[in-house]
């Protein structure tokens, strides 16, 4: 069982800022593109932002200029700085992995609430 443990959520007003951070086993880290989304209302998961091995990054067109996904190599660790945020974050924001480098992110963390109040 593969553990994503993130930590980082909270409450902050609009405009304001947060930053999750995601620690995963070096084998998964190194190997696997990693990603964070998030579940408003409703069970649908939604992509925030996904970052591959070498670093290049997929931002939702909403959080564009807002977000920004970074992989720290040392730590092992997929942050997502979080500017200027709005109610409309408010969600649980989950960290994910591509296990099967399949273009699909299967393997999740426990879940971290972010709330943004206006």
């Known amino acids: 069982q593969v553990q994503l443990v993130e930590s980082g959520g909270g409450l902050v007003q609009a405009g304001g800022s947060l930053r999750l951070s995601c620690s995963a086993p070096?084998?998964?880290?190194?190997?696997?593109?990693m990603a964070w989304f998030r579940r408003a209302l409703g069970p649908q998961r939604e992509l925030v932002a996904s970052?591959?091995?070498?670093?290049?990054?997929n931002y939702k067109d909403s959080v564009k200029g807002r977000f920004t996904i970074s992989r720290d190599n040392a730590k092992k660790t997929v942050l997502l700085q979080m500017d200027n945020l709005k109610p409309e974050d408010t969600a649980v924001y989950f960290c994910?992995?591509?296990?099967?480098?399949?273009?699909?992110?299967?393997?999740w963390g426990q879940g971290t609430q972010v709330t943004v109040s206006s």
């Open positions: 994910a992995t591509d296990m099967n480098l399949n273009g699909v992110f299967e393997t």
């Open positions: 070096e084998n998964i880290f190194d190997r696997h593109p």
């Open positions: 970052v591959t091995i070498e670093g290049y990054t």
